[in-house]
């Protein structure tokens, strides 16, 4: 018997997982008229982009920036749509300032298109041919991206939405589709750059989980190119947590329901259809079967196969098993006395390190700062969040996690010592987070973070499909295109919603 009372008269859609991917179509279901309910486990909304508040200060879990807030931007549509305003924010202006091993004076990745032209003229000369390809591409990309593609398809309505939003333009990037950043350094004569290559590798971690030699170039066109005008990088006003906050008002102001706490423990599937959710009340242990027209999981696509068990196709299960493994992350989260923030601080760092006291799989460390008045911090207070991919695997097997725990943490705060200014008279509190932390509070699997890598044969028209195998029951998320951040799984989001309705 369904615990969940509903109107009939519509399509009842199950959304696994609350994170913004799954809040967003969820709220975007709701506002169309749809029965709405999403199911997450953990204590509060908004996944990898939640916060958490520890002795007056307030920590974003994972994300910390968010594009696509401008006019036009995904989230600018999504929240006119859903007509609810904008969160308050700032653009990051530099978006991130690197230091590459042994260097002072960071690059500074500006937020105005000249300015960063000049920086990067200054810093590596001889690089415009490279950076020219990738505004050329990154144009022609967003351009098509911004005519709602469905990528990859699979089925006819797919396929035409693709068609329809191709143009001659867009075809400048089909001779491109199967090289990397590496082929590309390499086709303008930049191949033994390596101080090129290590900035690239720096910054293509952070947005495709794999080196400037992996990342799938046109993935990367837009990667490196979103933190400029007429696009951007935002600083939110008091947390991460404002963006899934006002999704969860619209969605319960049109009817939808959000249940914390409740556990899906398997996805149904009725003669290769999904047809219903097995949830688990975390607090009562109560266990009930949930129909569904349609089942959205918001969740990673290990998750997706676990979730659907022996009724998960092989085909799909050897895909997914044959992946190369996904990161995690280290995270540590300071809480300071803004004494220890040098003067005039970006918002965002990241930091590579030498040989000695690794840290991470490249030996970096991306740090986000929070500013006066943003609400992350008490008065004459301030946040450092500083994080790195980890492989989770040593998380999991290691003898003694505690000790693993602590010296990742001792190594970061002697790294961000060398910047800022931590002593225990400025340093107010201290707590990390690792793989397993992430397992333990988003569910993802094994604690992976930031989807599955931007390779060729898993970015775009290669990667996984919102539309699933299985019949009514999609994917969304940073396992799909376009890829992780927020703006990437919202747009997975408004994908799977038009599918949904194309089918009624």
């Known amino acids: 018997m369904s615990k969940i009372s509903v109107d009939k008269t519509k399509s009842r859609v199950v959304v696994i997982g609350a994170g913004i991917g799954g809040l967003t179509a969820g709220a975007l279901l ?62 990051c202006d530099p978006a991130c300032a690197v230091y590459l091993p042994g260097e002072i004076t960071p690059i500074n990745v500006w937020r105005d298109p000249e300015k960063w032209q000049q920086e990067r003229q200054r810093q590596f000369p001889g690089s415009e041919p490279f950076w020219k390809l990738m505004a050329t591409l990154f144009n022609a990309s967003w351009e098509f991206q911004g005519r709602d593609p469905v990528l990859p398809p699979r089925n006819l309505w797919d396929l035409w939405q693709l068609t329809q939003a191709v143009r001659p333009s867009t075809l400048i990037t089909v001779p491109f589709t199967l090289f990397t950043v590496g082929d590309a350094l390499r086709l303008c004569g930049l191949g033994n750059d390596r101080r090129l290559r290590t900035f690239l590798d720096l910054q293509l971690k952070l947005y495709s989980q794999v080196n400037a030699e992996e990342t799938a170039l046109l993935y990367a066109a837009t990667a490196l190119s979103v933190s400029q005008l007429p696009q951007g990088l935002f600083h939110l006003e008091g ?67 676990q979730l659907l068990g022996e009724k998960a196709p092989s085909g799909y299960q050897n895909r997914v098993e044959k992946l190369p493994q996904a990161s995690g992350a280290f995270v540590v989260y300071l809480g300071v006395d803004a004494s220890a923030i040098p003067l005039e601080c970006p918002p965002h760092l990241q930091f590579m390190y030498d040989a000695n006291g690794p840290i991470g799989e490249n030996n970096s460390l991306f740090v986000s700062v929070s500013h006066p008045g943003d609400g992350r911090a008490p008065e004459g207070k301030a946040t450092i969040i500083a994080s790195s991919f980890v492989d989770p695997a040593p998380w999991w097997n290691t003898q003694d996690y505690p000790a693993l725990k602590q010296k ?11 910047y800022f200014y931590l002593k225990p008279e400025t340093i107010i509190h201290v707590e990390a987070a690792t793989p397993r932390s992430f397992a333990h509070y988003t569910a993802r699997d094994r604690g992976i973070v930031g989807g599955i890598g931007q390779r060729i044969p898993t970015f775009g028209p290669f990667g996984f499909a919102n539309r699933t195998p299985i019949e009514h029951l ?14 990437g799984v919202s747009y997975s989001a408004l994908t799977v919603v038009r599918q949904i309705e194309a089918q009624m």
């Open 239 to 305: 947390s991460m947590q404002v963006l899934s906050d006002r999704l969860v008002q619209s969605l319960e102001r049109d009817g939808g329901k959000l249940l914390m706490r409740h556990t899906v423990e398997q996805i149904k599937v009725e003669n290769g259809k999904a047809t219903a959710v097995v949830i688990r009340n975390q607090k009562t242990g109560e266990v009930w079967t949930e129909a569904a027209d349609h089942v959205v999981s918001n969740v990673t696509v290990q998750n997706l196969v």
């Open 408 to 418: 990742y943490t001792q190594q970061a705060i002697a790294r961000l010592a060398q």
């Open 474 to 487: 999609w994917l969304v998320g940073d396992s799909t295109h376009p890829g992780e951040g927020t703006a």
């Open 30 to 91: 709701a506002h169309r008229g749809y029965s709405v309910l999403i199911l997450d486990q953990a204590i509060v909304p908004g996944g990898c982009a939640s916060t958490f508040k520890r002795q007056g200060f307030t920590f974003d879990v994972g994300a910390t920036q968010v594009a696509g807030l401008e006019p036009g931007g995904i989230h600018h549509r999504i929240f006119s749509e859903l007509e609810i305003d904008l969160p308050e924010a700032t653009p």
